[in-house]
């Protein structure tokens, strides 16, 4: 059996959380959180704002050590939340920290409706990887944390998932 690592990053409501913790409680691997080095401050639409200024920049902030080592695993499911179209940068900070030669790499992304091109640039960012079974996950488009994807559709990836391991 393979042995896999979910990591992930969840600012606002837990969305991207949730969905890990989803994956985590079915597969039963180690899991863990990217947390930024300094972390977001201020009202939701102030961290909105400054997210969209990281984005458009290009800006990789500093992210605190994982407990868990990547490389010590073959496969690594790594979920985010959409920012302005593409992954959080705190998301791709880790792909940058990161090499994932040889590695089987399942990729999820939570969303309010415009999933973007989230998951095309994490692949991007995956240097010399090969991909599971993806999945874009959407929730209310007010912010909020009331699912729109069809649980099905969750549980029918997480049985997927486990076909990797």
Known sequence: MKKMLIVYYSWSN???AKI????QRVAGTDMERI??????????????AQGQREVN??????IKALPYDPADYDVIAVGTPTWWYTMAPAVKSFFADHDFSGKQVIL??????WPGHTLKD??????????GPSLAVQFDSTGGSKLVT???DIDDWIE???QCL
């Open 122 to 131: 994490m692949e991007k960012a995956c240097r010399g990887a090969s991909f």
């Open 57 to 62: 920049s290009g800006f990789m902030p500093e």
């Open 150 to 152: 069809a649980a099905q």
């Open 35 to 48: 947390e930024t080095l300094h972390p977001y401050e201020g009202r939701y639409d102030d961290v909105v």
């Open 108 to 113: 999820f992304q939570t969303h309010g409706g």
């Open 14 to 16: 837990g969305n991207t």
């Open 20 to 23: 890990a913790a989803q994956l």
């Open 160 to 162: 997927e998932v486990k």
